[in-house]
């Protein structure tokens, strides 16, 4: 996938020269971003111990990480594992700028991992149809090694910043407020930052204050829809006035205090049921003077049907093309770095467009290439297979009326 736009000396994600992926599960999976097939650590505690030092050492030694390097840097995006949908990629297509190997490195021409983009999920407190369908898919919600924030600590005190996400970080298993209470009793000299992604639920008053307090950059909160009916159908156990009234606060007492961080960002999955009132969600988010990011709903882990039934590959040629007109229409109303984040969405639109032009209805936008999660055979079918005891704990998990069509078929064999 050898880009044509391609200029001398630009590449259009700076990943492969400053940060890796971590996803610490029954083995840690590295790479350079979500899109990359993992490379995985089975020790991870040691690794974990061992502090920034192994992250260095793998993000400079690992021989495939080096591989896919080395295609990147020929233009190779292809074999780098970098896959068109990809948010940089759009929008480097879409803006023409793009990053240098020499911004990255030192003064001996080495490469320093000074980014980790940690995932800590799929633990959440709330179960968003296009994430988390836990009826349908089997989900380890018990695999992610709290000593990760040990490693997580130390790389942000040396300087160095952590984009958070799960799940939900804040959800008290994962340890992020202890850590940041602890960052924030140090020195900030030479202190690097966290930027976490949430689902807003968690932040209340005392969290809001430690925030303010500790070496937060971002707040990214995922809020697809502000009309509170389709956002807690999307949102399932997520109350919209608790989540609105929770950000608003969090914009207020930060300016209060005159602070410029941390910044406040709606993370906005544009799908088949949200993108006619994007203006409406885009407008009443700067309004309160908040940013926002726009991507192309991505193709669920855990929810893959909902997903392709939600996708905007459903949209016809004429409604991609209004959806193209009105993200284009931002920069004329906010500018090119103002709180709109659209260049990457304006080029994935534009990608479905081309597609349905060309006869075929686009392949839908993805947030890495995971596969799909084993999906659960359902009650009847383990029973049909001679697994009782299997169905009956799956019953367990999905309720009553599961137990009595279990019970019916039973006595019916």
């Known amino acids: 996938m050898t880009d044509p736009t391609q200029r001398n000396g630009s590449y259009p994600c700076p990943a492969p020269f400053s940060q890796l992926y971590m996803v610490p599960r029954a083995l840690l999976d590295l790479r350079f971003c979500s899109y990359h097939e993992p490379v995985f650590v089975r020790d991870q ?70 980014r980790l983009w940690l995932s800590v999920g799929p633990d959440c407190n709330v179960t968003c149809r296009y994430c988390l369908e836990p009826k349908e898919f089997h989900i380890d919600f018990k695999t992610c090694s709290p000593s990760v924030m040990g490693l997580a600590e130390e790389f942000v005190a040396r300087g160095n910043s952590i984009l958070l996400t799960g799940g939900e970080p804040f959800m008290s298993k994962f340890k992020l407020l202890p850590t940041l209470e602890r960052l924030a009793a140090r020195s900030q000299d030479g202190m690097g930052y966290f930027d976490i992604h949430t689902n807003g639920t968690y932040l209340d008053q005392n969290c809001r204050a430690l925030i303010l307090r500790a070496p937060v950059n971002v707040i990214n909160v995922s809020m697809d829809t502000l009309r509170p009916e389709l956002f807690e159908y999307l949102r399932r156990g997520c109350k919209f006035d608790k989540v609105w009234k929770n950000v608003n606060a969090l914009v207020r007492e ?26 409406e969600t885009v407008q009443t988010v700067v309004d309160h003077g908040m940013g926002i990011s726009l991507n192309a709903l991505f ?53 479905l467009i081309e597609a349905k032009r060309a006869g075929n209805t686009g392949k839908q936008v993805a947030l890495g290439d995971g596969g799909q999660a084993r999906r659960k055979q359902g009650v009847i079918g383990l029973v049909l297979k001679g697994k009782p005891r299997l169905a009956v704990r799956e019953a367990i998990n999905l309720g009553a009326k599961a137990k009595t069509r279990l019970m019916a078929t039973i006595r019916g064999l």
């Not at 931002?330 to 080029?347: A, D, N, W």
């Open 45 to 114: 505690e040691a690794f974990f111990k061992e502090g920034p030092e192994a992250l260095q050492r793998f993000f400079e030694g690992n021989q495939e990480l080096r591989r896919r390097r080395d295609a990147y840097l020929k233009g190779d995006y292809e074999k780098a594992g970098c896959p068109s949908g990809c948010f940089w990629f759009q929008k480097w297509k879409t803006t023409g700028k793009g990053f240098s190997r020499e911004e990255f490195e030192d003064a001996d021409r080495r490469l320093h991992v000074k």
């Open 254 to 279: 930060r300016n209060d205090l005159g602070l410029k961080k941390p910044v406040v960002i709606i993370l906005c999955a544009v799908m088949r049921d949200t993108w006619e009132h994007i203006e």
């Open 299 to 351: 193709k669920g882990y855990y929810s893959p049907d909902f997903c392709r039934e939600q996708a905007l590959t459903n949209l016809s040629q004429e409604q991609l093309l209004t959806l193209e007109r009105t993200v284009a229409s931002f920069e004329t109303r906010y500018g090119k770095s103002g709180p709109v984040h659209y260049q990457g969405f304006l080029g994935q639109v534009r990608d």
